[in-house]
Structure formats: structure tokens, C-alpha cells
């Protein structure tokens, strides 16, 4: 029988930092909804470290989804991955935090701006949307980055890495606070808004 997990070397190397900024922000106990969650990898480490939240993830994909199952055997505080497409369909649930790795800048901004849309939606008062991945700040990135915006661009040109400043007034006008920055390894960013 083939194994279903797939593996992605970024998961190995973000997931520690990524983890100490949910302990950080998160109570105690909760529902995370986590959009486009690749492989499954994280999820399993966020939930076998969080014990007291509930995960729900999600992926496009059905081979996705069957990667984030097969990572998350055993660790009973993970549901199975739902189909989702933020600019289709969401969840009727309400959660406490919503959490989105590395999506916006490898889809189209109308992908990103549905995910705030659907944030606003969805997060109960007080619940938080985390965004990892890189970000223009200032009008200004690191070269590498710089270099990804490009190779991005090439691949697809509504893809790219957004500005900041862009993506927090746009959170701000669905009722999105912030956004509270924690600067990552690799040039990445932890944005996190909360929902007023």
C-alpha cells in the first residue's frame, strides 16, 4: 500500500518558529480552521503541541487532503480535511482562529482578499487570522525575496508577494485589527489580525 504523506522541506524548517507564535497568541483552547494546509505536516505539529485546540484543515486537492489525513493518525484533536476553496466555498462553523501558510502570495489577490472576506465571516469576536509567508513592507523586500517575487511573477502573473500595508487595509475594512508582526527566519512574516 502507498503512503499518501506527502512531504514539503519548508514544513521541517518553519514549523518551530510558526509554533511559537500561535503559543503566543492563542488561549489555552480552541477551534483553528487552517486554509490550504499543503501537506499536513504542519497541522500534525501544531496539533500534537496544542493539545487543548481542536484543527480543522483543508486543501483544493483530494491527494492534499489524503496527505493531511495520513499525518494526522492518532492525533485525535485533528478533523478530517475538508475541500475548500476560499473563493468558492467555507465552512458554516464559526472559529477562533483562522491560519494560512504561504497562500496568498501563490495565488491570485482575489484569492487573498476572499480569505479576508471569508475571515470576517467566520471568526467568532476576539478570533484571531494568522498569515505566515513573505511580505513587501515599506515598499521594500530582501533580495531573496525579490528574487521569489520574480520566479512567482514568471510562474504566474497574478501571483506575488503582497504588501502589507495593502493586505492590513484591506483587513481593516472587514473589521480585521492589526495587524501585530512577528518577524520569522528566511525573510517571512507572522501577521496576525483580530477580528473586533
Known amino acids: 500500500m502507498t503512503d499518501p504523506r506527502q512531504t514539503a522541506p519548508s514544513a521541517l524548517r518553519n514549523r518551530e518558529p510558526i509554533l ?7 488561549p489555552q483552547s480552541g477551534s483553528l480552521l487552517e486554509i490550504a494546509s499543503g501537506t499536513g505536516e504542519h497541522v500534525a505539529h501544531f496539533a500534537a503541541n496544542l493539545p487543548g485546540w481542536v484543527f480543522q484543515p483543508s486543501n483544493r486537492d483530494a491527494a492534499g487532503r489524503a496527505s ?41 489577490w ?39 517575487d520574480a520566479d512567482l511573477r514568471s510562474r504566474d502573473p497574478s501571483w506575488g508577494i503582497r504588501d502589507l500595508e495593502t493586505v492590513s487595509a484591506e483587513a481593516a475594512a472587514r473589521g480585521l485589527a ?19
Open 110 to 148: 482575489e484569492a487573498g482578499l476572499a480569505l479576508l472576506d471569508g475571515a470576517a465571516r467566520l471568526l467568532r469576536p476576539q478570533g484571531l487570522l494568522i498569515l505566515y509567508g513573505p511580505y513587501r513592507v515599506g515598499g521594500s523586500m530582501s533580495d531573496s525575496n525579490m528574487d521569489f
Open 68 to 108: 493531511i489525513d495520513a499525518w494526522a493518525e492518532g492525533l485525535a484533536n485533528i478533523r478530517p480535511a475538508i475541500a475548500l476553496d476560499v473563493t468558492q466555498c467555507w465552512p458554516d462553523a464559526g472559529y477562533d482562529a483562522i491560519l494560512c501558510i504561504n497562500m496568498i502570495h501563490i495565488a491570485p
Open 20 to 26: 511559537s507564535v500561535l503559543r503566543a497568541v492563542l
Open 178 to 196: 492589526g495587524p501585530e508582526v512577528s518577524t520569522m527566519p528566511a525573510n517571512n512574516l507572522t501577521v496576525v489580525f483580530r477580528r473586533a
